[in-house]
Nanobody, 123 residues
Framework: QVRLVESGGGLVQAGGSLELSCTGS????????MGWFRQAPGKEREFVAS????????SYADSVKGRFTVSRDNRKNTLYLQMNRLRPDDTAAYFC????????????????WGQGTQVTVSS
C-alpha cells in the first residue's frame, strides 16, 4: 500500500519561511517523480513544484520561482519544499504527489496523493 505523509504546515507571518516534508512508503521511492500541489478554498488544485526521481531536474510554478525550493532525500524516502518569503496568497492546503512521470506538472499525471498539510500566511 502506497502512503505519502506530509508534515510541516502551520501558521506564519508574511515574509516568513516554512519547510514541508513528505515521507513515502509502499513502493520504491527512487523510481518516481515527486511534486507538490496546493489548493486554496474555492480554487482548483494547482502545481507548485516537482523533482525528478534522482533529483537532477526540478520544475516550479511561476508564482513560486525564486522563493520555493523542492528537493528530495532518497535515502530517507522524503520529499521537501522549502518555502521562503511567504505571501498571503500562498495560503492553501499543500499536497505531496507521486507519479510514474519523471517530471510532474499536471494534476492528471499524479498516481498517488498525500493527505495534505495546511499552510496559512497572515498579512
Amino acid at each position: 500500500q502506497v502512503r505519502l505523509v506530509e508534515s510541516g504546515g502551520g501558521l506564519v507571518q508574511a515574509g516568513g519561511s516554512l519547510e514541508l516534508s513528505c515521507t513515502g512508503s509502499g513502493r520504491t521511492f527512487t523510481s518516481f517523480g515527486m511534486g507538490w500541489f496546493r489548493q486554496a478554498p474555492g480554487k482548483e488544485r494547482e502545481f507548485v513544484a516537482s523533482v525528478s526521481p534522482i533529483g537532477s531536474m526540478t520544475s516550479y510554478a511561476d508564482s513560486v520561482k525564486g522563493r520555493f525550493t523542492v528537493s528530495r532525500d532518497n535515502r530517507k524516502n522524503t520529499l521537501y519544499l522549502q518555502m521562503n518569503r511567504l505571501r498571503p496568497d500562498d495560503t492553501a492546503a499543500y499536497f505531496c504527489a507521486q507519479s510514474f512521470y519523471p517530471q510532474i506538472e499536471k494534476y492528471t499525471q499524479v498516481d498517488y496523493w498525500g493527505q495534505g498539510t495546511q499552510v496559512t500566511v497572515s498579512s
